[in-house]
């Protein structure tokens, strides 16, 4: 499939991701602001995937390209797998990401090593010009630090620990990250099933 695809999120630090993670795919990407769509989207679904499709049906009404939206979250298992699907309105949504990992950090005070994971998830929502919609959705695992380390990546970024790297998704470089990250991996499923039309 070529052409334009137009992702349906406000977030920059994602479209940048995103971009990196398309590249190869003979398309290209651009957010909806540069496709000059400034909307309000109510998130209210109760799942990753209809979050993302949500916000990419929403799109999709003032065009005729492709359009993907990108829903995702960080579980912490200690903590009931919050902020999940709440993870950017998690302490409001104006508050820093500094005063946002410290909360996380001292929620997990005394939390031992093996009970401090954690994983972050994606899903990408596709809806098709003539209507067809896809979703496809994959994990990171690992651990909530014990302090912000790194400065790449953005949001949680910074205290999500991978062990086998041994660094934060902040210490990693976007290659590195977008190689193993929950957005890459759920990316290329979807670049795979968008093959297959
Ligand atoms: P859009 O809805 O406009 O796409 P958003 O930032 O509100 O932008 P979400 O509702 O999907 O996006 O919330 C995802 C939040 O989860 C995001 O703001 C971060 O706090 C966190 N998050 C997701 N992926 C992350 C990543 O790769 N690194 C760090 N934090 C991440």
């Known amino acids: 499939m070529k052409g334009r695809i137009i992702f349906a999120t406000g977030n920059a630090d994602k479209v940048r991701e995103i971009q990196m993670i398309m590249e190869d795919s003979g398309m290209e990407v651009i957010s909806m602001k540069e ?9 209210n679904g109760s799942t ?61 005070k005394g939390v031992p090593d093996e009970e401090r994971t954690a994983r972050f998830v994606c899903a990408i929502a596709a809806v098709l010009p003539d209507g067809r919609e896809l979703t496809t959705r994959a994990t990171i695992e690992g651990r909530i630090d014990y302090e912000e380390r790194g400065s790449h990546g953005f949001g949680y970024d910074p205290i999500f620990y991978v062990p086998e790297f041994h660094k934060t998704t902040a210490e990693l470089t976007e290659e590195e990250k977008n190689k193993v990250s929950h957005r890459g991996k759920a990316l290329r499923l979807m670049k795979e099933e968008l093959k297959t039309l």
Do not use: C, F, W
């Not at 496709?35 to 998130?43: C, L, N, P, V, Y």
């Not at 995702?72 to 009931?80: A, K, T």
């Not at 993870?87 to 104006?94: F, I, M, N, Q």
């Open 35 to 43: 496709a000059g769509i400034s909307i309000d989207i109510e998130e």
């Open 48 to 108: 990753y995937e209809e979050n993302a499709l949500i916000k990419a049906r929403a799109v999709a009404r003032y065009t005729d390209a492709i359009v993907m939206a990108d829903d995702s979250g960080l579980e912490v298992d200690h903590l009931n797998k919050e902020p999940g699907i709440h993870s950017a309105r998690y302490l409001g949504e104006d508050t820093s990401y500094r005063i946002k990992n410290q909360n996380l950090i001292d929620r997990l």
